[in-house]
């Protein structure tokens, strides 16, 4: 009987089936342009990038975002993220303190100057 039914499909499965190439050409429109809008909002560097940057002296390590981060707000370090935002290099912190609070930091990448903190 399965077999029937793959050899031989109903009229209505052989439309589904003809629809089917559009669905993956719609859904992967759909995700490229998801994609492509999360990029623009919050853009992340490249590796090759962020090496220059720091070479170079436009950016602050890492190290010394970390130690800032700590001082301003004690805790465990669970994200550290450069990001692209409004043409500025941001480095955004994400710790958790000792109550279990999550607190995020977005600082500038070139000076280490505070740009918001936030708790969640």
Do not use: W
């Not at 089936?17 to 490229?32: E, Y």
């Not at 190290?63 to 043409?87: A, C, D, N, T, Y």
């Amino acid at each position: 009987m399965l077999l029937a039914f793959a050899l031989f499909p109903s009229p209505a499965r052989i439309q589904a089936m003809k629809s089917l190439p559009h669905l993956f050409i719609v859904g992967g429109l759909a995700c490229t342009v998801s994609f492509a809008l999360t990029a623009v909002a919050g853009e992340r560097p490249r590796v090759e990038e962020v090496r220059q940057l720091r070479e170079a002296g436009k950016i602050l390590p890492a190290e010394e975002i970390l130690m800032r981060s700590r001082k301003l707000q004690p805790g465990q370090v669970v994200v550290l993220e450069l990001e692209r935002e409004h043409g500025r290099l941001i480095y955004e912190v994400k710790l958790i303190d000792n109550a279990n609070k999550v607190h995020k930091l977005e600082l500038d990448a070139a000076t280490g100057a505070v740009l918001s903190h936030r708790e969640k």
